[in-house]
């Protein structure tokens, strides 16, 4: 899958979750920069990320996870 289709889908991920379809997700992009990301969304934003990809992701790799461009690294070594 390539860098350009794991964003897009990531983003369609992130319209969902957080119920604005306007939101483009950035590289910098973490919890303090969309209004809705709280502790409950975030736990359902990985949950729909993984299945909309077929991964798991670990908790070290989601601890060590510090914005929106990790997370999309981390999506496409499992990917890959």
């Known amino acids: 899958m390539r860098p350009e289709e794991?964003?897009?889908?990531?983003?369609s991920v992130f319209?969902?979750?957080?119920?604005?379809?306007?939101l483009q997700i950035q590289d910098a992009m973490s919890a303090k920069?969309?209004?809705k990301?709280?502790?409950?969304n975030h736990l359902v934003m990985i949950s729909s990320?993984?299945?909309a990809f077929g991964i798991k992701i670990k908790l070290k790799e989601?601890?060590?996870?510090k914005n929106v461009g990790d997370l999309l690294?981390?999506?496409?070594?499992?990917?890959?």
Request: glycine share 0%; aromatic share 6%; hydrophobic share 40%.
């Open 6 to 11: 794991i964003r897009e889908k990531a983003n």
């Open 15 to 22: 319209q969902e979750v957080f119920k604005d379809p306007n």
């Open 33 to 35: 920069d969309v209004e």
């Open 37 to 40: 990301w709280d502790s409950l």
């Open 49 to 51: 990320i993984e299945e």
């Open 62 to 65: 989601l601890i060590a996870m």
């Open 73 to 80: 690294k981390t999506i496409a070594t499992k990917v890959s």
